[in-house]
């Protein structure tokens, strides 16, 4: 898998959140342990507590009910420890539903003598029919007293022990507490520690290879094109590296086509003729070297001026230039190997079909730079190469075309040549025109 820079930055930002949603885990897991121990509490220990207290409540009720209905001798008051013992019957059954196993054995243990307190009250009440109140009285004051005492002692011992079991949650609460912040906060500072750990690794792998960019940048700027990138990265940086060194070589074949330029067409010079001419030889393709020359310039320099010749120039170089430019192939190439000699580069084919158009538009083009009497005479009048006063014909164009795939030239010089060669035989035609070696063989 490729490790782009939003995949590592959305891994780091998963390990993050991870880590976050650890000690949120433990947070609430924690909370959820205090959150029972304090739900037995309440619903528990409490309830306990307040139902032994109400069973205590009853108990001593039905005390009160039994010792005076021995004296009033009231049915009303038999009545009231009947419903008395109901409730404290209820109180029971109630506080029998948590199922402590210590709580189980002493519940079971009251409602034996809660039966046998209710058998004792029975025998009382039979007694009292039977006018026999000093044989009820000392019932009540023995067994009926015992019966009391035991059921209080196993009640107190109830609410007691529900007592000491909150007093225990509670400090178990509070321990855990402090344990579970003490545990979070660490947490927390492990999972800082180990976000900024993240964060500075991911962007010390970033921004270290930025900085190498941005120096290597800097040295493009100051004209180190082979600096050498580190790309081996498989990210968007290394990506952008291979497109800075691209870039740089790019920089480096213009800089040193500017630099071997023509400064009066801006043209591509000598050198970077010659490397267009061996990048296409090695490459076994067919193309062709158009070498265009001005008939009759020397002449009208020496008339008309350097300055006038060199308007020509660069009318020329733009007469060329725009031919290349109609239906433009990336592999054609137009370069000024100087003064009045250019080199047009293409397939075969479109190189004589820009020939071909080169030649026809150039005669109307180059009679706007004669006075109007030249013009009009179709000649102007210098003086030769001995000196001696002549006329010459108005300035025209001869391109040769020399082809190759490779197999003919071994090196640019000797296409060159030959192009030369073809050019002295075009150059013998009349008027602007261009030619082929095919041409010269027919001759």
Known sequence: MK???????LLSYLAMALLTALVGAYAIYSFQRLDALAYQIINEDFVVVDRSKELMDALIARESAEKRYLILRDPSLEELFRSRSEEFAAGLV?????????LVSSLNRIAMLNGQYNEVFSRESALVLANQLDAAQALSEDAGRKAIDQM??????????????IDAQMNLIQAQGVKASRITILLSLVSLAAALFIVMIVTYNISRPLRRLEKATARIAEGNFDYTFRRSRADEIGSLARAFESMAQRLKILEERSLDASPLTGLPGNRAIEREIEKRL??????????????NFKPFVDKYGYAWGSEVIKEVACHLAAQVKVEAAPEDFLGHIGGDDFVIIAAPPRAEELCRRTVAGFDALIRKFYTPEDRERGFFIGKDRQGARRTFPLITITI??????GSRFQNPLDMAEAAAQLKEYAKTLPGSNYATEKDMKKT
């Open 152 to 165: 209080a002692l196993h009640i107190r011992g109830i609410q007691k022990r529900a007592e000491q079991d």
């Open 3 to 9: 490790f782009t820079i939003y995949r590592k930055l």
């Open 282 to 295: 090695g490459k076994n393709k067919h193309f062709s070297l158009c070498h265009v020359d001005l008939d």
């Open 400 to 405: 040769a075309i020399v082809t190759d795939d």
């Open 94 to 102: 109630a506080l029998s539903k948590h199922r402590s196993p210590w």
